[in-house]
């Protein structure tokens, strides 16, 4: 047996640990990462002009230290799509965590591994098992028990409030995000982390500028060293999660992505609690264990 043959098991346990622990890391930022844009938005800041400027400030560093990175998202269209999908992921997200509710926000974004399945079929051309179908079921029954208003008896349940439909927005273009960072894999990684951080500068700075235009939301606010400082720090940390992200879901297939990334849940849920951001009730709380069991099932993928 060769060196390589007996340290194959424990190669591999360490090849799925890695990006796994990236993933858990990237969903650690994500999860409490409505707490310092809700601190921005209360200094005078929107969060769509906040996720313009946090974007912007990691292009600028990857551009500077991976000059290469540009050219090859440029010069690749199947990219673009990426740029697409991360930015409206992060413009939606970002925006409802700091208007709505963070748990019910959080739940109705982890819809997500419903649109995989769909999703993966699509693009991946994975196949649609009846455990997926088992998961589509139980992720649309959470969903019409977290979005049914109370007393409005068998009527189809909607999202009700800007927060409730980005939120679910947030969730599909965050699993269409994924599924195009597996099906991108074989592209540099730097040319795909850029083509997520400039899709967080253009999607969200487009939104913003025409919303602003239409005195929607206020326009970006002169510098406030307060501000300026967190969007640095702030930018830093969306960088090394957004790395761990790109990193972890092109090495772990797409379903197995949106379960290590329920940890974000967690996160988002305890933190909101303790700080007075989202309230755990008894529906919204059924409709999440529906929810995240629908995510679990994809834990039950045949091999092969």
């Not at 965590?97 to 079929?121: A, C, E, N, Q």
């Not at 409005?152 to 927060?163: D, F, R």
């Not at 960072?181 to 990684?189: D, F, I, K």
């Amino acid at each position: 047996m060769t060196p390589a043959a007996a340290a194959g098991g424990d190669g591999r346990t360490a090849a799925g640990f890695l990006p796994a622990l990236a993933l858990a890391f990237n969903a650690l930022v994500w999860g409490v990462s409505w707490w310092p844009f809700r601190e921005l938005h209360a200094l005078g800041l929107h969060p769509l002009w906040a996720t313009v400027l946090v974007y912007a400030v990691a292009v600028l560093l990857i551009v500077a230290t991976r000059r290469r990175a540009l050219g090859t998202l440029l010069r690749t269209p199947s990219l673009w799509l990426l740029v697409f999908a991360s930015g409206a992921t992060n413009a939606a997200f970002n925006w409802a965590m700091v208007i709505g509710d963070v748990v019910r926000v959080v739940l109705l974004f982890y819809l997500m591994p419903l649109w995989t399945v769909l999703l993966s079929r699509l693009v991946l051309k994975e196949a649609f098992t009846p455990t997926a179908a088992l998961r589509v079921a139980l992720a649309l029954a959470g969903a019409f028990i977290v979005l049914k208003p109370a007393g409005a008896g068998v009527a189809l349940p909607l999202p009700q409030s800007l927060p409730d439909w980005l939120a679910v927005l947030g969730g599909f273009t965050f699993a269409l995000n994924n599924v195009m960072l597996r099906h991108q894999a074989h592209r540099p990684e730097e040319a795909r982390a850029l083509g997520m951080f400039i899709g967080g500068v253009l999607v969200a700075g487009a939104l913003a500028s025409t919303l602003a235009a239409n005195a929607l939301v206020p326009w970006l606010p002169a510098p406030q060293p307060a501000w300026v400082l967190a969007i640095g720090a702030l930018s830093l940390a969306f960088l090394a999660s957004n790395l761990a992200l790109q990193y972890g879901a092109s090495r772990l297939p797409a379903n197995v992505t949106s379960v290590v990334m329920l940890c974000e849940v967690v996160f988002a849920t305890l933190s909101a609690i303790a700080l007075g951001a989202g309230t755990l009730t008894p529906t919204v709380l059924i409709g999440g264990v529906l929810i995240l069991a629908a995510a679990l099932l994809s834990t039950f993928k045949r091999a092969g």
